[in-house]
């Protein structure tokens, strides 16, 4: 997916959360997100679009020293839902005036504007499921989409631990982790392909995902399933003894990265 893509899954995703929340009673919990309820959630959604956007509009070139920023939120929780829709739609403006190349600060590898519409993206998608599974709906999430949010949360991981400090354990005597997706792409091609499979290596000094071509298809440790599945699974909203999953190593190494990858 490219900039233009992200910035329109967006305004995409935020109408699916929307649509989920308006008609829902705004004060129940949220499992996924313990301590939280759906106004909670939609609230912390909304607060993500501001904050990124304003990093945007500024074009931020320091790590920022306050997430403080002007929410305009509405007195009434029952309002959260239109204030998030606003959001999304101030959000795009912004995306349709930015230069997605532009350097700028960013916690995660891509240091240019468009990993803040990415990284937008998949916080929002991945809080629609929230909002989806808390209503006992099963949340849809395309293919396509789904490889490249497997893809970002993969590739910033190894940077994260300012926020998701556990990562910072995520350490192995050069011991490998693949993620592979079982189900076929869009344009019908293999799913074994390179849009469906990760290899993390874990070293005594870090961890990163893996680029090599020569690397090993052998790992020691592979969970399988489909992109959606595993995204989820990635955000801890699935859990992996479940039979969405075929495991497949040492249980260990799986034990190990999944107590300490909580983003």
């Not at 939609?42 to 304003?54: D, K, L, Y």
Request: proline share 8%; charged share 20%.
């Amino acid at each position: 997916m490219n900039p233009a893509q992200h910035g329109a899954a967006v305004v995409a995703e935020t109408a699916r959360f929307v649509a989920t929340v308006k008609a829902a009673d705004l004060s129940t919990p949220v499992p996924s997100c313990p301590g939280w309820t759906l106004a909670d959630l939609t609230r912390h959604t909304g607060h993500v679009h501001r904050w990124f956007t304003e990093l945007l509009r500024q074009g931020v070139q320091q790590p920022p020293t306050s997430r403080d920023v002007d929410l305009q939120l509405p007195e009434h929780p029952d309002r959260y839902p239109d204030w998030l829709a606003d959001c999304a739609a101030q959000a795009a403006e912004v995306f349709a005036a930015t230069d997605p190349d532009a350097p700028i600060w960013a916690w995660g590898l891509d240091q240019h504007a468009r990993f803040w519409v990415r990284r937008m993206l998949f916080e929002t998608l991945v809080h629609r499921a929230d909002a989806q599974l808390t209503l006992g709906l099963t949340p849809h999430i395309d293919r396509d989409l789904a490889v490249d949010g497997i893809d970002e949360f993969l590739t910033n991981l190894p940077f994260a631990s300012p926020f998701a400090p556990l990562t910072a354990q995520l350490r192995g005597p050069d011991q490998t982790i693949r993620f592979h997706c079982t189900d076929i792409d869009s344009n019908g091609g293999s799913a074994g392909d390179s849009s469906g499979d990760w290899l993390i290596g874990l070293r005594p000094d870090g961890f990163d995902l893996l680029a090599d071509p020569t690397a090993p298809r052998a790992a020691d440790a592979t969970v399988q399933g489909t992109a959606a599945d595993l995204l989820l699974l990635l955000y801890g909203r699935l859990d992996r003894e479940s039979d969405a999953f075929h495991l497949l190593g040492d249980p260990d190494l799986l034990a190990h990265w999944f107590t300490h990858s909580a983003f």
